[in-house]
């Protein structure tokens, strides 16, 4: 008789065992994780990167996608927690895991994939968009979902939000990921 739960990968679980070891709560949820594991797989010679690795849960989601030819960057301020998660992909040499502010990810640009989760979202949108290669995707979750045009969070324009559905260097989506989480999805222009 078929399951109807979906396995989770060997390291997104020992991502997670990081995250309840150190008492980190805000971890890359499984519905947006298997987006970040068929955007990797969709690059299979890229350069994927991620801004806050955290304990490195998205991180292991986009390895779960990750091509023999691909590379995956991903860097965390927080110290203590990029030691951690560095653990969980010390086997395997197309992994980084830089500890500082997001900008050090520029010198592994242009992205295929970016997942950003951390610096960089918010304080220069307009850089993370120059980060992506032609074609290149662009993941921004931990958007609350809103049935209005333009946007709307706490009864206001969601003017982040509407940067990057409106930014005329990409073509833009909106997915609900879950109930209460909905995920912005782009690719650059060519």
């Keep these: 008789m078929p399951t109807t739960e ?3 990968p060997p390291r997104v679980a020992a991502a997670e065992r990081v995250a309840a070891e150190a008492g980190f709560k805000q971890s890359c949820v499984p519905e947006v994780g298997r987006l970040l594991g068929l955007a ?5 010679h890229g350069v994927i990167a991620e801004s806050g690795t955290g304990s490195g849960v998205g991180t292991a989601w986009l390895h779960s996608g990750l091509g023999a030819e ?11 927690l990029a030691r951690r998660a560095a653990g969980v992909f010390a086997d395997d040499d197309r992994v980084a895991v830089l500890t500082g502010d997001w900008r050090l990810l520029e010198q592994h640009a242009p992205f295929d ?13 307009e850089r993370v968009v120059e980060l ?3 074609g290149g995707l662009l993941i921004l979750d931990d958007f609350t979902p809103s ?3 333009p946007p709307q969070f706490d009864g206001e324009v969601d003017e982040l939000r509407l940067f990057y559905l409106t930014h005329p260097a ?5 997915v609900l990921t879950t109930p209460f989480i909905s995920t912005v999805v782009a690719a650059r222009r060519p």
Excluded at 40 to 44: C, G, H, N
Excluded at 70 to 80: H, K, M, P
């Design 6 to 8: 979906r396995a989770v």
């Design 40 to 44: 990797a797989t969709t690059k299979p």
């Design 70 to 80: 691909a590379r995956l960057v991903t860097v965390e301020r927080d110290a203590e």
């Design 113 to 125: 994939v970016f997942f950003c989760d951390g610096g960089g979202k918010r304080d220069d949108p």
């Design 132 to 134: 992506l290669a032609p």
């Design 147 to 149: 049935p209005h045009w």
């Design 170 to 174: 990409l073509n833009a989506t909106e």
